[in-house]
């Protein structure tokens, strides 16, 4: 992907567009503000370790749970206190989703990122909302989207002022409880001038798979981000966790934290050939 982006800054250490690789990670939703401290910190010395850029990813509130009776997070002000304290304890930028126009901008006092739900990217006042913010705003393209529409997303941000803009492909509804990915909208999405992130993780769900819950396929995480690294996607977005399998949201698509390392290093090899590679293309046609 040659297309030029506007490169986004989030933090003084942590840039998204300018060539390198940057990770936006974590728990699904948070948990308890122990547990939110001690695997950021985990995770920002495997990516520190890489030179991989790294932005912490939790959710105060998962308000599209498949059912009624799952657990959906600490709430709006609990979290964002987690938020806040992971921020100035593990010294990393932080990320959140928002559902509601109102959340926007008490989230905002606190996050780097804000980010727009896959479901939830057509809604104007939520995206106009999080324009007005300081904020760089990750939007999701949606499961029944063509990548193209996205364009009409983006424009709505840009309209409310936003200029640190990062658009997310998480995979196309395929039938009934499975996704696909179409690779052609990584290149199409970045067409737009604004890095071009990769769920990796949710790529892999299976929406509403499960008795109640959403499943999801672990095992294909990898070979999907290898791909987007190859095509040269601008930063990657996975959930992770140390115990996946007791994690109260989307345990079965998340990264175990032990596997992070070893696939990071695999992801920065095919990552390096492709920046390279790109950078031959262009003196060729220069």
């Keep these: 992907?040659?297309?030029?982006?506007?490169?986004?800054?989030i933090a003084p250490t942590v840039t998204i567009g300018d060539g390198t690789l940057t990770l936006l990670g974590g728990p699904c939703v948070i948990e308890t503000e122990s547990h939110s401290v001690d695997?950021?910190?985990r995770i920002r010395d495997v990516c520190a370790a890489r030179g991989v850029h790294y932005v912490f990813k939790s959710s105060f509130d998962k308000a599209n749970r498949t059912s009624v009776s799952?657990?959906?997070?600490?709430?709006?002000d609990a979290g964002v206190a987690v938020l806040d304290t992971v921020k100035r304890t593990i010294g990393v930028p932080v990320l959140t989703?928002?559902?509601?126009?109102?959340?926007?901008?008490?989230?905002?006092?606190?996050?780097?990122v804000l980010q727009i739900p896959a479901f939830l990217c057509r809604q104007t006042d939520l995206l106009l909302a999080a324009a007005a913010t300081d904020c760089v705003v990750n939007v999701k393209k949606a499961q029944f989207l063509a990548a193209d529409d996205?364009?009409?997303?983006?424009?709505?941000?840009?309209?409310?002022?936003?200029?640190?803009?990062?658009?997310?492909?998480?995979?196309?509804?395929?039938?009934?409880?499975?996704?696909?990915?179409?690779?052609?909208?990584?290149t199409t999405m970045r067409s737009f001038g604004?890095?071009?992130?990769?769920?990796a993780t949710h790529s892999v769900q299976m929406p509403g798979g499960g008795d109640g819950v959403s499943s999801g396929d672990r095992r294909f995480v990898e070979p999907l981000a290898r791909a987007a690294v190859a095509i040269g996607v601008d930063a990657l977005f996975?959930?992770?966790?140390?115990?996946?399998?007791?994690?109260?949201?989307?345990?079965?698509?998340?990264?175990?934290?032990?596997?992070?390392?070893?696939?990071?290093?695999?992801?920065?090899?095919?990552h390096e050939a492709a920046r390279d590679a790109a950078a031959a293309l262009t003196s060729t046609n220069a």
């Design 194 to 199: 604004h890095p071009v992130v990769f769920d």
């Design 150 to 186: 996205m364009r009409h997303v983006v424009h709505k941000l840009e309209a409310g002022g936003a200029t640190r803009i990062l658009v997310t492909e998480r995979g196309t509804s395929f039938g009934y409880h499975n996704l696909v990915v179409d690779f052609r909208s990584l």
């Design 97 to 112: 989703d928002i559902h509601e126009a109102h959340q926007a901008a008490a989230v905002a006092s606190v996050v780097d």
């Design 1 to 9: 992907m040659n297309d030029p982006v506007h490169v986004v800054e």
């Design 238 to 270: 996975m959930e992770i966790h140390d115990d996946p399998e007791r994690a109260p949201s989307d345990g079965p698509n998340m990264v175990r934290f032990d596997d992070l390392g070893p696939m990071l290093d695999r992801l920065l090899r095919i």
């Design 70 to 76: 799952s657990y959906r997070g600490p709430g709006l």
């Design 39 to 41: 695997i950021a910190g």
